[in-house]
């Protein structure tokens, strides 16, 4: 049973509009939450978090949003850029410890 | 700083044949994760230690895998006797207790033919 879904395997995006990417997450007592970006032949490097007390949070281009009582989480990039191409995954803790991973959606920004 | 350091990037073994990724993490970091990614999924935890404790080993499947963190700074993943479908990629990653971000290291690819 996925605890954290990312429904969409893939999205494309043109350069300068928005991407949003959506996670789901099935187990209420999640309260911190991650996004992170993947390219190829590398490690995860984390984007940003959001703890469940806030239903917002803001690093530059990067935006995520919680909807708790949906268990719905999405990160939107403003503007878009070929650079933000990549895999993103969504992460999701109680407390911090033992991160579960959605499967990560494709996001391809077209110049 | 220096990251999270894993080694080797990459390995291709035969199955039945035993295999072995070390990982260092960034100093000062108590906690340290073991992760399995297989191709187009998400990192699937295997084992986390705090300091030289392993807390949560629950995923770790006991009869070919082992891991330790001596001395709480290095660990070391091991499996034997290695299995075709065990061939992803073995992410390690640390964090400082409680401040919640994983930092995680480039990661160990396996090929097992």
């Known amino acids: 049973d996925q605890q954290v879904k990312q429904n969409s395997p893939s999205l494309s995006v043109q350069e300068g509009r928005i991407s949003i990417l959506n996670c789901d997450y099935t187990?209420?007592?999640?309260?911190?939450f991650l996004w992170y970006k993947k390219y190829p032949a590398e490690g995860p490097t984390f984007l940003i978090s959001?703890?469940?007390?806030?239903d917002k949070n803001e690093d530059g281009r990067f935006t995520v949003f919680l909807n708790k009582s949906a268990k719905h989480l999405s990160l939107h990039i403003v503007p878009s850029q070929p650079g933000d191409s990549a895999v993103y995954f969504c992460?999701?803790?109680?407390?911090?410890?033992?991160?579960?991973f959605g499967p990560g959606t494709r996001l391809s920004v077209l110049p | 700083e220096a990251g999270v350091v894993q080694s080797p990037r990459y390995k291709i073994i035969e199955k039945k044949q035993p295999v072995a990724f070390w990982c260092n993490p960034i100093s000062g970091h108590n906690t340290l994760y073991w992760y399995l990614q297989n191709l187009g999924q998400g990192p699937e935890l295997l084992i986390r230690?705090?300091?030289?404790?392993?807390?949560?080993d629950s995923q770790l499947p006991k009869d070919r895998f082992s891991a330790e963190r001596l001395k709480g700074v290095d660990s070391t993943l091991k499996i034997q006797p290695a299995e075709l479908g065990d061939s992803a990629v073995y992410l390690c990653a640390s964090t400082a207790t409680n401040t919640g971000e994983l930092f995680f290291g480039e990661g160990s690819r396996l090929t097992v033919l």
């Open positions: 230690y705090e300091n030289e404790e392993a807390v949560d």
């Open positions: 992460a999701a803790s109680v407390r911090g410890q033992n991160f579960v």
């Open positions: 959001i703890s469940s007390i806030k």
């Open positions: 187990n209420s007592m999640f309260d911190y």
